[in-house]
């Protein structure tokens, strides 16, 4: 049992795209309560129940408190787009590299739509530099966005670091209508030359 129904929307998106496999590193953004590092856990094997597949590795960060959850280390109180923050999730990645970025972060809703869009962006393009410095070529990078006017400009920032960027609605998040992910695979060799 999950701790939030968020799991089912990574569990149907990795279901078709097949981006947590085992022995993947893993940084969850957002983490709180915990459902998609759960998730995280069992597809990478981070537990080792599977003997006979790699060990992966999992790390989930928020803002908030993150109870304890085996097979994770988890960093509360802890601001994902601090560089200070960052600095310390590549100290404690295994060999400072992951091949999964995850983000279900979103700010507190004003409830103005474009304005919650806006710092949603923002929030998704500080994760790049994260990205460009972790990522192994062929990674992925999987965020949560709310549509809006500025959509083009991350997908355009995702689409000079990987080959493969697109919008992925899962049925499981219908109910949020402006709820939406951007799905980038396939992390390019030399992300430092992206202007
Ligand atoms: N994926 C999670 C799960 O399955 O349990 C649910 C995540 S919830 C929708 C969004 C989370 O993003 C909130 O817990 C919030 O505190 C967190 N968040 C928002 N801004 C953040 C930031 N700058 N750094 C870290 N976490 C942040």
């Not at 409830?111 to 192994?136: A, K, N, P």
Request: net charge positive; aromatic share 6%; with cysteine.
């Amino acid at each position: 049992n999950y701790r939030c129904r968020s799991a089912f929307k990574l569990l149907e998106i990795d279901e078709k795209y097949k981006i947590l496999l085992p022995g993947h590193h893993v940084i969850d953004c957002g983490a709180a309560p915990g459902a998609w590092s759960q998730v995280a856990v069992e597809k990478v094997n981070s537990l080792g129940e599977d003997l006979k597949a790699s060990f992966g590795f999992v790390i989930g960060l928020d803002l908030l408190h993150i109870s304890p959850l085996e097979g994770a280390v988890l960093l509360s109180h802890s601001d994902v787009t601090d560089p200070v923050t960052q600095n310390k999730v590549i100290g404690l990645l295994p060999s400072g590299k992951a091949d999964v970025i995850l983000s279900d972060m979103a700010p507190n809703a004003s409830g103005i739509r474009e304005m919650d869009h806006q710092r949603l962006v923002s929030m998704c393009i500080s994760l790049l530099d994260l990205s460009d410095r972790v990522l192994r070529p062929g990674g992925s990078f999987l965020c949560k966005l709310w549509d809006g006017s500025e959509s083009n400009v991350i997908r355009d920032k995702l689409r000079q670091r990987f080959q493969d960027v697109r919008n992925v609605k899962p049925k499981a998040s219908r109910t949020d209508s402006a709820e939406t992910f951007l799905l980038a695979r396939l992390h390019k060799k030399n992300p430092s030359s992206v202007p």
